[in-house]
């Protein structure tokens, strides 16, 4: 029985190997100054999400620390049990001060957020019939987990076109029901932006709720980085702790009622352990810090600024980017593969990003930049990926 089990899953990782999608695991060493060291030397780090730096930031591993020298190493219970401290709260509190809202609940992971959020939201015993839910056909993995969780049909709209959008909200204009939109602010391996303005006037003029996943944006953009939704009218502004942030963990800003809703309702809150102290220490210093990281923010995007530059004078097709977050879209995945390798030659990790996470077609280098990257570590990139462009163009 086993075996053929196995014979199963062998069949699957060779069928993988094959088209040039199998993935591994890399161990990576220490980070510091956005550079990691990785088989036994230094590495310019282009793929991680630590966007402003946070990871390493002293007051984090300060009050990290700290924290759990006072709590403890653990919170012994899930939140409605016993496992609710003040130090959640207080998290909660910053993050309804800097998002704006009226309540917040925090979440042990981004991915666990968005499965048990949404399966909650559109639970059909709750709601009677099924919800209408709009969305980008580019949402994260995490989402579309969620609306499967919740056994909703998607209504897919083509990436980041509102007019697209419209055209389906207008369809199905007089079918009852609560509807919904769901997009991310900045996508996570395109590195575009939504248009959140023109999102709430559809919401609006639909009577639509919108929900944003913030991941990509919290620290980087919006009102003193707060991401592209902070003190805008949308009804779920979610995102996490494990980008700019520097941590772990994720959010949701939403309405009273939800929040008391979601206590009640979504399992993945109910169910798992509530977020350890250390990790509520990190997320506290982070939300402190976030407002002071202007600076920061500025050099972060003028860099990306200057990357897309070159790249697409090297004859690289970059996208849609307009953040930190920069895709080199090669296309075809042993290529991408092969590009990614001869970078790590040139002592720069820019992981190869393919099907399923990115379209068939469409692989990647997604670089991602750093408030920790020097203007020499800055160079250097431009410098090695017009030097290899001959090897792919
Ligand atoms: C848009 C988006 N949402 C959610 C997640 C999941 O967040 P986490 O890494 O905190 O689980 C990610 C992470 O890759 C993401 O890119």
Request: contains cysteine.
């Amino acid at each position: 029985m086993t075996n053929n089990y196995e014979t199963l899953l062998k069949n699957h990782l060779n069928t993988l190997d094959e088209k040039g999608m199998r993935r591994q695991l890399r161990q990576m060493g220490r980070s510091l100054n956005g550079r990691t060291d990785f088989k036994g030397r230094e590495i310019i780090n282009f793929s991680s999400n630590n966007y402003m730096g946070l990871a390493q930031h002293p007051l984090l591993i300060e009050r990290g620390t700290d924290w759990m020298e006072k709590w403890g190493a653990g919170a012994m219970a899930s939140r409605l049990v016993c496992g609710t401290m003040e130090l959640h709260e207080q998290v909660e509190q910053r993050l309804i001060q800097g998002k704006g809202g009226e309540a917040a609940l925090v979440f042990n992971s981004g991915f666990q957020a968005n499965v048990s959020i949404l399966a909650a939201l559109f639970d059909k015993e709750i709601l009677g019939s099924e919800p209408l839910v709009f969305c980008d056909r580019l949402n994260h993995s995490s989402m579309h987990h969620g609306l499967k969780a919740a056994n909703i049909r998607q209504i897919r709209y083509h990436h980041n076109d509102l007019n697209h959008l419209e055209s389906l909200l207008r369809k199905n204009a007089n079918i009852a029901g609560p509807r919904f939109i769901l997009s991310e602010s900045v996508f996570s391996m395109d590195g575009d932006q939504s248009d959140v303005d023109a999102l709430i006037e559809l919401a609006d003029k639909y009577d639509a709720q919108l929900y944003l996943d913030e991941a990509h944006a919290t620290g980087v953009l919006g009102q003193n980085g707060f991401g592209l939704c902070a003190h805008k009218n949308v009804a779920f502004k979610m995102g996490t702790f494990s980008k700019a942030l520097g941590g772990f963990g994720a959010y949701l800003v939403c309405s009273k009622v939800v929040r008391e809703y979601l206590i009640n309702r979504c399992a993945g809150f109910i169910y798992s352990t509530a977020l350890p102290p250390s990790v509520l220490g990190t997320m506290d210093a982070a939300l402190e810090l976030v407002p002071s990281l202007g600076a920061e923010r500025k050099r972060v995007l003028a860099n990306a600024s200057k990357v897309r530059n070159s790249f697409i004078k090297s004859g690289f097709n970059v996208g849609k980017s307009s953040t930190q977050i920069i895709p080199l879209i090669i296309g075809e995945e042993k290529k991408t593969l092969a590009f990614a390798n001869a970078l790590e030659a040139e002592n720069i990790l820019g992981i190869a990003i393919r099907p399923p996470t990115v379209p068939r077609g469409a692989s990647r280098i997604r670089f991602a930049l750093s408030a920790s990257h020097s203007d020499v570590d800055i160079n250097y990139l431009c410098d090695v990926v017009d030097h290899l462009s001959t090897k792919v163009l």
